[in-house]
């Protein structure tokens, strides 16, 4: 089976600029997770969605950072305006269900420099 | 509050040598799921191997096991028989009961050499 695709693979915006990242996911997962992974660091969540609806959301710095998941398939992350503590690694992740042992699997992400 | 305490920054090994990489966890939940993933220089997160917390049975995937101490709150992953292709970060997850985020540990950098 395909997995999660994503894209761009990398981006690089001066401070202030707006970026999009883009997300499919396996076919047929309901289930589908933005994280943000700082250099150094493991991923953090920044948003899940169980089809169209945000499950949580509560790390997303809303300020800048909105989400979207039409249709329950295809998401994109926003970011306006970047700041340079943004630079990071977006990954994207799906799974069939929300459920506590469901393995969740990640696309390539995509690598940010804020300049 | 969850949390995960991966206390090994690097590890080395050679090749076709055992090796255990370390996860401690917090919760106090009943009901849990740990999580280990591998993440190679180029990027992907790669799922290895699942436990439950009322799984009684140490889980076994090809050459990766999880020793899992409930009592120590432990969920060591044991790579057998390393090969270079194991060279990575690999990074201990846990999620609780429910919608609840998964929560990754700072990750162990493995070397495996010749």
């Known amino acids: 089976e395909a997995g999660v695709a994503q894209s761009p693979r990398y981006k690089i915006i001066e401070k202030r600029q707006s970026v999009a990242f883009w997300c499919n996911p396996i076919?047929?997962?309901?289930?589908l997770y933005w994280y943000q992974q700082i250099l150094g660091q493991g991923p953090k969540l920044l948003i899940q969605f169980q089809n169209n609806g945000v499950v949580d959301d509560s790390q997303l710095p809303k300020d800048r950072f909105s989400a979207e998941r039409l249709k329950g398939v295809d998401s994109t992350l926003k970011i306006q305006p970047a700041k340079l503590e943004d630079s990071a690694v977006y990954l994207c992740?799906?799974?069939?269900?929300?459920?506590?042992?469901?393995?969740?699997?990640f696309g390539d992400g995509t690598r940010l420099s804020i300049l | 509050a969850q949390k995960i305490t991966q206390t090994q920054p690097g590890m080395f090994v050679q090749e076709k040598e055992a090796v255990t990489l370390d996860c401690t966890y917090d919760t106090s939940d009943q009901s849990y799921g740990l999580f280990w993933y591998k993440q190679p220089s180029s990027g992907e997160m790669i799922f290895l191997i699942y436990?439950?917390?009322?799984?009684?049975q140490n889980a076994t995937e090809g050459r990766y096991s999880l020793n899992f101490q409930k009592a120590r709150k432990s969920a060591n992953l044991v790579i057998s028989a390393s090969q270079l292709g194991d060279s990575a970060m690999y990074f201990c997850a846990m999620r609780q009961t429910g919608f609840q985020k998964l929560v990754f540990g700072t990750g162990t950098r493995l070397l495996v050499s010749p």
């Open positions: 992740a799906s799974s069939l269900s929300g459920g506590q042992n469901q393995p969740q699997h």
């Open positions: 436990q439950g917390s009322y799984d009684e």
């Open positions: 076919s047929g997962h309901a289930t």
